[in-house]
């Protein structure tokens, strides 16, 4: 059987208070995965470990059966993330940017090349590619990172709050670029907290409280008995917020 894409066990982290506490988490390869929580929940910090940037306390994560926490550097080769606010270089061009992280990655030129023009046109960054990031605007810098997220062609991408900032056109462009991820195989881990993006896209939801998952699921399953109507919105709310 594949490796899943993430495999959490038993993950801790805490500051002044736990932030992750005890978190069992699998997400199998070619999901779109949506992990909702309300604000401090421990997503961001959730995510900001299996990235290596943030080192848990206990615990055990998994990147397609790396030990993420042994070889830091073979998980990451495998990983994006793309914060909630985008990192770029200010003085640089969106080609510029795009060709300079693919050089990080060590992808040959040709390849990154081909790979920076799609991402462009599939973006509709077209307009921006020579300008400076510092004159985009905030969605347009948003699709820039997401664009320099996908150059080394990634088997995990990871987004916190990817469509913050984006307008319905732009939101509309990356929403496809996902799905497009998933259909090629790819798989997606997002944060968001606009409800009715993760009801429409993902393959599974999951729900943390205090950093712990209180519940996952399809939406259907999350619904359950007697429930078939229920928006994701008033499934949330209710889990959320009960004791």
């Known amino acids: 059987m594949a490796d899943p894409a993430l495999e959490i066990t038993a993950l801790h982290k805490a500051f002044d208070a736990p932030a ?3 978190l069992d988490l699998c997400v199998a390869a070619g999901e779109l995965y949506a992990l909702l929580g309300p604000n401090g929940a421990g997503k961001t910090t959730t995510l900001r470990m299996v990235t290596g940037l943030a080192r848990p306390d206990s615990g055990q994560i998994r990147v397609f059966g790396v030990d993420a926490l042994a070889d830091p550097i073979a998980a990451k080769r495998l990983i994006a993330w793309l914060p909630d ?6 003085k640089l061009t969106p080609e510029e940017y795009l060709a300079f992280v693919a050089g990080l990655w060590s992808v040959p030129a040709g390849i990154a090349e081909a790979r920076a023009e799609a991402l462009i046109a599939e973006l509709g960054l077209e307009g921006q590619r020579r300008v400076r990031c510092e004159t985009l605007s905030r969605g347009q810098k948003q699709k820039v990172a997401l664009a320099g997220a996908l150059i080394h062609d990634p088997r995990l991408l990871i987004l916190d709050e990817p469509l913050t900032g984006l307008d319905a056109a732009a939101a509309r462009q990356v929403k496809d670029l996902l799905l497009a991820r998933i259909a090629a195989g790819g798989t997606v881990i997002l ?3 606009i409800l009715d993006v993760a009801e429409r896209l993902a393959t599974r939801i999951g729900i943390i409280r205090a ?10 399953e999350l619904r359950g008995a007697g429930r078939q109507d229920a928006s994701l919105e008033t499934l949330f709310l209710a889990l959320a917020s009960a004791a």
């Open 20 to 22: 992750v506490a005890g």
């Open 85 to 90: 606010e985008p990192l770029l270089y200010d």
């Open 191 to 193: 944060t968001t907290h």
């Open 211 to 220: 950093g712990r998952l209180i519940a996952e699921g399809t939406l259907g």
